[in-house]
């Protein structure tokens, strides 16, 4: 009698067939385990990379400014004796980095700074709100009457037009590149006339309103001459403002040309002419060789900056990351 026990084997089946069986779904489990483990260290690395990049990034945008001049963060360091710098760039409009909350509290910030010599704002605007605008303006007349000994330049860069100017009217002085374009001193409203449109397609328009002229300038109905001989009137009283601050910033710089107020718009060059700037120069120029101190201070508000750096790295920066880091993973 043997003591050797041979396997259960099912009838049909081989034992050599069942082995091999066996071996092709261990190795297959391994390769899967492989693939996975794979697939995990990819995701990882990928998600260290780009919290890193989050990270750096923004402290890379902040340090660096895009002119190339070498300006110095406040909070990093103090230089001592500097040029303060405010920066006014976009819309002059309220939720806006150039409202004149976020300007008027880097500006005061600028002048209370008692190694400030003298402050530069520089303007990039087409404009924007009349009454923000002309906050700013009352803050800047303010703060160099009180600070007497410290002057307040501005430098155009692209552009410093409608109340981007109304602004630039109030400091010492104005330095612009020659193809700067400065001026567009006027005020303007914008609406449409759809009536002949709904009368088209045979639209029927329902207003009702608690007041005579509380659907003025209704853009699906006609025209009111007393409306609109009111909105031009409102118009006038707001250029008026306008004229009267540029004439007491600018004085008897301003020339005698019946096209200065019209709204028209001019290069550097010709803002020159004109009486309304005073000369050529850009932040570092005026810094060195007006103001004495080359090295320039940044006191542009944070929020400034960090709206800046939302708008480059905002919904491209996201495309970016969803088509270059997502998208392989899903499909992988």
Known sequence: MSD??????????????????DYEAIVQRLAFAA??????????????????????????????????????????????????LVRME??????????????????????????TVGVILEINSPGGSP????????????????HEDKPLYVVVTDMAASGGYFVAAAADKIFVNRSSLV??????????????????????RRLYTAGKHKGMLDPFLPEDPQEKERVLTM???????????VKQGRGDRLKDDPQLFSGMIWS??????????????????????????EDIVDFTNEELLFDRLAARIGSAFGKSIQNRVMEPIRLR
């Open 268 to 293: 550097g060059e010709e803002g020159i002419e004109l009486g309304l700037a005073d000369d050529y120069g850009n932040r570092e120029s005026v810094a060195r060789d007006v103001i004495g101190e």
């Open 235 to 245: 118009l006038e009283k707001v250029h008026q403002h306008f004229i009267d601050a």
């Open 183 to 204: 001026g567009s001193i006027g005020v303007r409203m914008d609406s449409f006339g759809l009536v002949g449109l709904i009368d088209r397609w045979g639209i029927e």
């Open 35 to 84: 693939v996975n483990e794979q697939r995990r260290s990819r995701r990882w690395r990928i998600f260290f990379l780009f919290l890193t990049f989050l990270y750096l990034t923004p402290l890379a945008l902040l340090l660096l400014d895009a002119s190339g001049v070498k300006v110095i963060e406040r909070e990093i360091t103090s230089p001592g004796k500097h040029t303060a």
């Open 4 to 21: 050797r026990i041979e396997p259960d084997i099912e009838p049909g089946r081989s034992p050599k067939k069942d082995r091999k069986t």
């Open 90 to 115: 976009g819309i002059i409009a309220s939720e806006e980095p150039a409202a004149a909350e976020n300007i008027i509290s880097s500006l005061q910030d600028a002048f209370e700074d008692k190694d």
């Open 131 to 146: 009454v923000q605008s002309a906050y700013i303006y009352d803050e800047i007349r303010r703060l160099r009457k009180e």
